[in-house]
C-alpha cells in the first residue's frame, strides 16, 4: 500500500518560512512525478509546484519566486518530497497536500485529475 505522508505545516506570520516534507513510501518512484498542491478554505484545489516528465519543474505562477520544490531519492520504493516556502502571504493559508502522478501524466503538468496517489494533507496557516 502506497503512502504519502506530509508534515512541517504550521502558522506563521506574513513574510516568514516554513518546509514541508512528505516521504513517499512503497512507491516505485522513478516510475512517478511528485507534486504539492493546496486547498484554501471555500477554493478549489490547486497546483503548486511539481515535477514533470522530464524532470522539469512548474509552478504556479503566484509562488515563483518564493516556493522551492526539491526531492530526495532514498531508494527504489522510498523518497522525500520538500517544499521550501519563503516570504508567505496570508493567501498561502491552505490545506497542502503531496501527491504522486505516474510518469507519463505529469508531462500534463499540476492536474488534480491525473494524480495516483494523495496524502492526508498538513496545514500552512499565515497570519497578517
Known amino acids: 500500500q502506497v503512502e504519502l505522508a506530509e508534515s512541517g505545516g504550521g502558522s506563521v506570520q506574513a513574510g516568514g518560512s516554513l518546509k514541508l516534507s512528505c516521504t513517499a513510501s512503497?512507491?516505485?518512484?522513478?516510475?512517478?512525478?511528485m507534486a504539492w498542491f493546496r486547498q484554501g478554505s471555500g477554493k478549489e484545489r490547486e497546483g503548486v509546484a511539481g515535477?514533470?516528465?522530464?524532470?522539469?519543474?512548474?509552478?504556479?505562477d503566484d509562488v515563483k519566486g518564493r516556493f522551492t520544490i526539491s526531492q530526495d531519492n532514498i531508494d527504489n520504493n522510498k523518497c522525500t518530497l520538500y517544499l521550501q516556502m519563503n516570504s508567505l502571504k496570508p493567501e498561502d493559508t491552505a490545506m497542502y497536500y503531496c501527491?504522486?502522478?505516474?510518469?507519463?501524466?505529469?508531462?500534463?503538468?499540476?492536474?488534480?485529475?491525473?494524480?495516483?496517489?494523495w496524502g492526508h494533507g498538513t496545514q500552512v496557516t499565515v497570519s497578517s
Open positions: 501527491a504522486a502522478r505516474v510518469f507519463v501524466r505529469a508531462a500534463a503538468g499540476l492536474v488534480e485529475d491525473l494524480v495516483d496517489y
Open positions: 515535477f514533470l516528465r522530464d524532470d522539469d519543474i512548474m509552478y504556479a
Open positions: 512503497r512507491l516505485p518512484c522513478s516510475s512517478y512525478r
